[in-house]
T-cell receptor, first 116, second 112 residues
Framework: GAVVSQHPSWVICKSGTSVKIECRSL??????MFWYRQFPKQSLMLMAT?????????EQGVEKDKFLINHASLTLSTLTVTSAHPEDSSFYIC????????????FGSGTQLSVL | RKEVEQDPGPFNVPEGATVAFNCTYS??????FFWYRQDCRKEPKLLMS???SGNEDGRFTAQLNRASQYISLLIRDSKLSDSATYLC?????????????FGGGTRLMVKP
């Protein structure tokens, strides 16, 4: 099946630094990628939807200047958490799909971010 | 009201038990439905799609009731390895394409 690679798996950083998370579709072209955040014992919360070559669409309450999303190619999307703070500590997961009407999602393995 | 609602649990059951989860959705325009399984700090994995006629995959049975807007997942003969969080996912199509909404998840703990 299709594979989505997400890196890094975990990262610990100091407050105020920026962290970049990469999401790559390895064997298919991902026209759309999604970024989720998951706090402990909670479900996935969609942060933003990114389509290749266009600006990301952010969900209500998600600061676009804090969570920078770049989807420059059909196989790569990045999420940069800028000026991270302890409250940004969370599990971030990306997912990708082929085609606008394709329902099936392929998930990355997630990134555990801990901000000290 | 959340668009997709699930009882968070946890459901604590002994090995071999049968357990059922329900999930309700509020948008009648929802078109397709899925159950995902998520282990702690791992990505969700598709368990099964849910069809109107109901479908079965081994010990797992999923059913959809469009009139009442709920879907269910039945697990028979529970195994220790079934312990996980089960996410109900509802899909509808809008101008932007598919809109997948995740429920909050139901946590299952199967004990020896």
């Amino acid at each position: 099946g299709a594979v989505v690679s997400q890196h890094p798996s975990w990262v610990i950083c100091k407050s105020g630094t920026s962290v970049k998370i990469e999401c790559r579709s390895l064997d298919f072209q991902a026209t759309t990628m999604f970024w989720y955040r998951q706090f402990p014992k909670q479900s996935l919360m969609l942060m933003a939807t990114s389509n290749e070559g266009s600006k990301a669409t952010y969900e209500q309450g998600v600061e676009k200047d804090k969570f920078l999303i770049n989807h420059a190619s059909l196989t790569l999307s990045t999420l940069t958490v800028t000026s991270a703070h302890p409250e940004d500590s969370s599990f971030y997961i990306c997912s990708a799909k082929q085609g606008r009407l394709n329902e099936k999602l392929f998930f990355g393995s997630g990134t555990q971010l801990s901000v000290l | 009201r959340k668009e997709v609602e699930q009882d968070p649990g946890p459901f604590n059951v002994p090995e071999g038990a049968t357990v059922a989860f329900n999930c309700t959705y509020s948008n009648s325009a929802s078109q397709s439905f899925f159950w995902y399984r998520q282990d702690c700090r791992k990505e969700p994995k598709l368990l099964m799609s849910v069809y109107s006629s109901g479908n079965e995959d081994g010990r797992f049975t999923a059913q959809l009731n469009r009139a009442s807007q709920y879907i269910s997942l039945l697990i028979r003969d529970s195994k220790l390895s079934d312990s996980a969080t089960y996410l109900c996912v509802v899909n509808r199509v809008n101008n932007a394409g598919n809109m997948l909404t995740f429920g909050g998840g139901t946590r299952l703990m199967v004990k020896p």
